[in-house]
């Protein structure tokens, strides 16, 4: 099936990172990689003097250890942290380690996602390999 699968997890509580795990698990061939991705959001200009340091480091060894968590149990699994819009770095991630699936976990569309878009709208058009959108 696939043999470099990405997954970019998001630790909201809509989003079913869970399942995303299982059907990458579901769909590697023996010896592949699934890497977990998460990306955090790069804070705006203004608000970067407000949030002390300290905040931004533990937030980041927090993702890390969560990451963690989700990866110990899988054979065959690398973890991977990024800074920037959501969208964007999934579709970079993707093509730096020639990715040939991404399984991204999705949230049920509003009306926002109309206008706005959504990270999994971002995902299936940009990155370069097979999209599977998990709801």
Avoid: W
């Avoid at 990024?82 to 770095?89: K, Y």
């Avoid at 049920?108 to 709208?121: D, E, V, W």
């Amino acid at each position: 099936m696939y043999n470099n699968i990405l997954v970019p997890i998001s630790f909201d509580a809509d989003r079913d990172s869970a399942g995303a795990i299982s059907v990458a698990q579901q769909m590697l061939n023996d010896g592949g990689t699934i890497r977990l991705l998460h990306v955090t959001e790069v804070l705006p200009a203004y608000a970067v003097h407000q949030v002390p340091q300290e905040y931004i480091a533990e937030a980041q060894v927090n993702v890390s250890n969560r990451l963690e968590e989700l990866s110990s149990p899988i054979a065959g699994c690398v973890t991977e942290i990024a800074n920037g819009h959501a969208g964007r770095a999934i579709a970079d991630v993707a093509a730096k380690h020639d990715s040939d699936l991404v399984i991204v976990a999705s949230h049920r569309p509003g009306m926002q996602n109309l206008l706005l878009g959504s990270t999994a709208t971002h995902a299936v058009r940009h990155v370069h390999c097979a999209v599977h959108v998990l709801r």
